[in-house]
């Protein structure tokens, strides 16, 4: 089972500032990884697919990059409104799996 | 708009059975596989069963298999999980999603049904 790691735990940042999320691969997954973001009570939301594309309706401000077994989700002006969970998801192998979750804080 | 609505979860003691429901709307339901993912507290997601379109084609996580069993009725745009044996780590959100392993990503997912194992 390919394990992702994400760091780190939790980002405490302003309004305005830059976020990079890490995502780390035990083995590598090519392209074949997502960022998820997700707010409490909500349905989680598919941000980023094959690394780097972003899914439909998702701001510019959210950017992903990497391959092989190291991957970053960026957000270049954190607004209100991005401070969640994120988590990476591989589809590589069967079953996929996913990474623990970065929290994304005020700070 | 695309909709995922689920229902059923609740508290349930160990050794026990709960059958949850996910009613989409939005989309071609038919056509389309429908996974079950859940995320235990303060753990990552882990998806757990995947349905194909037609319905004859299921798939279970090792954590699951023989105990859950995954359903869809095409007719009522409606995918089951009927979870029986239930243990204690099986205490989670349970999401369902449009997409399946290896294939698609995960989307859209619903909102989520609490299922609590617990005496």
């Known amino acids: 089972e390919i394990v992702l790691t994400q760091s780190p735990a939790t980002l405490s940042l302003s309004p305005g500032e830059r976020a990079t999320l890490s995502c780390r691969a035990s083995q590598s997954v090519s392209s074949y990884l997502a960022w998820y973001q997700h707010k409490p009570g909500q349905a989680p939301r598919l941000l980023i697919f094959?690394?780097?594309n972003r899914a439909t309706g998702i701001p510019a401000r959210f950017s992903g990059s990497g391959s092989g077994t190291d991957f970053t989700l960026t957000i270049t002006s954190l607004e209100p409104e991005d401070f969640a969970v994120y988590y990476c998801q591989h589809r590589s192998n069967w079953p996929g799996t996913f990474g623990q979750g970065t929290k994304l804080e005020i700070k | 708009e695309v909709q995922l609505l689920e229902s059923g979860g609740g508290l349930v003691q160990p050794g026990g059975s709960l059958r949850l429901s996910c009613v989409v709307s939005g989309f071609t339901f038919s056509r389309q596989a429908m996974s079950w993912v859940r995320q235990a507290p303060g753990k990552g997601p882990e998806w757990v069963s995947v349905?194909?379109?037609?319905?004859?084609?299921?798939h279970y996580a090792d954590s699951v298999k023989g105990r859950f069993t995954i359903s869809r009725d095409n007719s009522k745009n409606t995918v089951y999980l009927q979870m029986n044996s239930l243990r204690a780590e099986d205490t989670a959100v349970y999401h369902c999603?449009?997409?399946?392993?290896?294939?698609?990503?995960?989307?859209?997912w619903g909102q989520g049904t609490l299922v609590t194992v617990s005496s």
């Open positions: 999603a449009k997409g399946e392993p290896l294939h698609s990503w995960f989307d859209p």
């Open positions: 349905v194909g379109g037609s319905g004859t084609i299921t």
């Open positions: 094959d690394a780097s």
